[in-house]
């Protein structure tokens, strides 16, 4: 019994992919028939990243007790990323582990994992060794990252992303500290932000203190991101923000 | 001109007095309808509302709750789940 509702939801959620055809998502039972709690999904790299232009493909397995745990999903396009292994193809997202709740879909969860692309977290990494290049070599991982996109995930020899790099001033100095794209940095500043509207955390910024440091204040206070809208604090809240910058170095 | 009615056969419908348009977070199944592990809707498969302001098939949420891994957070909010009296859903009192 408990397995035909579950099977009839995915059937649902396959449908849904299928109609939305903006998302340029795709998604099928793996073996091509009526099995469908192994499907195979792919969706496109994101623009302005390595990973532009190429398709990746994600095998996800549909356990038992789905939507009541997450779908297992690995790539099965390699990808150099550090929150995938560059061997197995296993995913580190805490959507698909203890951050999942029923409510989420295949779909959220793919779209989850393009956005992902976007954003490595090299501080929570799946390959350790993709990790530590990001983190002391980035030019190089951008480089293997794409090398690896055309070679695995059929993206074009050229995109838009390369003609940026390409011209990005900083790439004509050899020993620059700082090799990655614009939009890369612009996108990497705003990760920092995490969710909170820019002015609001600059304000304590302004103050000396560094950014990752009133974020990390500002969520330990729990403070609301108001949907990363400014808006003026409470003084209680102004006083704790300012303790926990000021008490722990 | 006198009418005598000899037989009548009357009609009804229902639906819950929340959600007009809305399937249950959990199992995609419209709020009229019933949750997976039902036959029928209605009273036997009824709805539950979140002080958060969520509505689930009582059933899913049950489910989801009775789960470690939920922490005992709705599904949508990730606040702590806490069902409210909502006189809308309560079955009728049996006359």
């Not at chain 1, 903006?22 to 792919?42: P, V």
């Not at chain 1, 204040?217 to 003084?235: P, W």
């Not at chain 2, 995609?28 to 009273?43: A, E, L, N, R, S």
């Amino acid at each position: 019994m408990a397995s035909s509702n579950r099977l009839r939801r995915i059937a649902k959620e396959l449908a849904d992919i299928q109609s939305d055809t903006a998302s340029k998502i795709l998604a099928e039972a793996a073996n091509g028939g009526s099995d469908l709690s192994h499907l195979h999904a792919s969706f496109p790299g994101p623009p302005d990243t390595p990973y532009e232009g190429g398709t990746y493909v994600v095998d996800i397995q549909i356990p038992n007790e789905y939507p009541f745990r997450p779908p297992v999903m690995k790539f099965k396009t390699k990808l150099w990323h550090p929150n995938v292994s560059s061997q197995t193809g296993a995913i580190c997202l805490d959507t698909l582990s203890s951050a999942w709740s029923p409510v989420l879909t295949i779909k959220s969860a793919l779209l989850s994992l393009q956005s992902l692309l976007s954003t490595p977290e090299p501080k929570d990494p799946q390959d350790a060794e993709v990790a530590s290049m990001l983190m002391k070599n980035p030019e190089q991982f951008q480089r293997v990252a794409r090398e690896w996109a055309i070679k695995h995930a059929n993206a074009p020899k050229t995109t838009s992303w390369e003609t940026t790099i390409a011209h990005s001033p900083s790439n004509s100095k050899p020993k620059s500290q700082k090799v990655i794209s614009r939009e890369e940095q612009l996108r990497l500043e705003a990760a920092r932000y995490q969710g909170y509207n820019k002015d609001l955390i600059d304000r304590f910024v302004n103050m000396g203190f560094d950014i990752d440091r009133v974020v990390e204040a500002f969520t330990f206070v729990n403070i609301d991101k108001n949907n990363g809208e400014d808006y003026e604090l409470e003084e209680a809240y102004m006083g704790d923000i300012t303790a926990r910058l000021l008490g722990e170095p | 001109m006198k009418v005598k009615i000899i037989k009548w056969n009357s009609v009804a419908t229902w639906r819950w007095k929340i959600a007009y348009d809305d399937v249950c977070g959990i199992c995609q199944v419209h709020f009229d309808g019933t949750c997976p592990t039902c036959k029928y809707p209605g009273d036997d498969c009824s709805l539950l509302s979140g002080k958060c302001g969520h509505n689930f098939h009582m059933h899913c949420i049950v489910e989801w709750i009775k789960q470690e891994s939920s922490k005992g957070q709705c599904p949508m909010c990730r606040q702590k789940f806490e069902w409210k009296d909502n006189p809308a859903l309560a079955a009728p009192t049996p006359a």
